[in-house]
């Protein structure tokens, strides 16, 4: 179920939205994972989006208006703020925000923490729309966003002597292991990486479909002598409270667009019944939830010329 975060304000619910959007034909448990959603784009990206939300193709065409009351698309931009000041990242940092959507959450880090933010996403509304909400918060002076394939960006922003970042973000975008593998190369050593994906609460059966438990997720993220400086796991009672809201404003917004073109019915109605399918999965085999890595390096210990600045 694509269940974008309703709660910013309390900073308690972090990637939940975000992780139960983030993996639909996931290759480990087969739930929802939403990238940046797109429009007029090569067929390719276009199939690839519609795949990662678990839609049909046919139905991007309405998923800006599906989201439009939805400005964190998932994310829960204080509880990351909070995490990253926590470890140490402030003024003199840069942090990248992979898939960054309307810039929630790295307009959030850019005004709490005073650093410098790069927002990366395929869609271009919602890179207009990170623009506009960067100049709301006065913090355009501080973030740079980027209309890019996320799959790609990587590998352009690699291209020099060491990675360039401090900080790596992407949420509801690949799973763990993907994840992994694509921001690591992006972080200095001794900064951080933050992901989410879904997991097995408990001890998996050994089959090639079961997800990871948490105690595999942490070797998965630790076996190149990384260290998890935070993580958390959502409940089946806090994943129910987020849907029952965020299913109703959703399924408002579709029958308006319905109400107004007919053709849209087939396809949006396709898309709400997955992703109520997908939500019911996230009460049962599986759970939310998100990590912050430290990238093996440098002592591993707070970034350089690192503040201990704290978010409020």
């Known amino acids: ?162 990675p360039r970042f401090d900080a790596v973000l992407m949420v509801g975008l690949f799973d763990l292991e993907d994840a992994a593998a694509v921001l690591r190369p992006l972080v200095r050593p001794g900064g951080l990486y933050l992901i989410d994906d879904c997991v097995s609460p408990g001890r998996s059966p050994p ?7 948490r105690s595999e997720a942490r070797l998965l993220l630790e076996e190149r002598g990384d260290r998890i400086e935070r993580e958390t796991m959502w409940t089946p009672s806090q994943v129910l409270r987020v849907e029952s809201v965020l299913a109703d404003q959703i399924a408002r917004r579709v029958r308006a667009i319905i109400r107004r073109e007919p053709a849209a019915r087939v396809p949006l109605t396709e898309f709400l019944k997955r992703q109520r399918a997908s939500a019911s999965d996230l009460v049962g085999a599986v759970r939310p939830a998100m990590w912050l890595v430290r990238k093996r390096g440098s002592g591993s210990g707070r970034p350089a010329n690192a503040t201990r600045k704290r978010a409020v």
């Open 1 to 162: 179920m694509i269940l974008p975060q309703i709660l910013p304000q309390t900073g308690g619910w972090g990637g939940m939205g975000a992780t139960l959007r983030s993996h639909a034909n996931h290759p480990k448990c087969g739930h929802a994972r939403c990238p940046s959603k797109a429009n007029h784009m090569p067929p390719s990206l276009n199939r690839s989006i519609a795949d990662s939300i678990d839609a049909p193709v046919e139905a991007l065409r309405w998923i800006d208006e599906v989201f439009a009351d939805l400005a964190a698309l998932g994310s829960s931009p204080r509880l990351v703020a909070r995490w990253l000041a926590d470890a140490g990242i402030g003024t003199r940092h840069a942090v990248l925000d992979l898939g960054c959507g309307k810039g929630a959450v790295a307009v959030e880090v850019a005004a709490r923490l005073a650093c410098r933010v790069v927002g990366v996403d395929a869609f271009k509304p919602f890179v207009q729309s990170a623009a506009t909400l960067a100049a709301a918060r006065n913090v355009s002076h501080l973030c740079q966003f980027q209309k890019a394939d996320a799959r790609r960006y990587p590998i352009a922003a690699r291209h020099g002597p060491t």
């Open 207 to 213: 089959t090639d479909d079961a997800p990871l438990t």
